[in-house]
């Protein structure tokens, strides 16, 4: 049986299996409080989240 590398989280430092980190190496609870503070910037339209979409949105009606 294969013994799974324990990693931290990037934004929390809490150790854990690899298995249970997400791509990002975020944990749970950290990938969730990610998601609703990109959630809130979109709504507000503003914050680095809403920028980078913006930029991309730009870029992509560019090419058309």
């Given amino acids: 049986m294969r ?3 324990i990693e ?4 929390c430092g809490k150790r854990l299996p690899r ?3 997400n791509r990002a ?3 749970s609870d ?4 990610a998601v609703r503070d990109s959630m809130a910037q979109m ?3 503003s914050g680095p989240y809403y ?3 913006k930029e ?3 870029a992509a009606a560019s090419r058309l």
């Avoid at 931290?8 to 934004?11: A, K, L, N, Y």
């Avoid at 950290?30 to 409080?33: D, I, N, P, T, V």
């Fill in 30 to 33: 950290c990938a969730m409080a």
């Fill in 56 to 58: 991309n949105l730009r």
């Fill in 3 to 5: 013994v799974s590398k």
């Fill in 51 to 53: 920028e980078k979409w």
């Fill in 8 to 11: 931290p989280c990037i934004d």
């Fill in 43 to 45: 709504h507000q339209k």
């Fill in 19 to 21: 298995k249970e980190l």
């Fill in 25 to 27: 190496r975020r944990c």
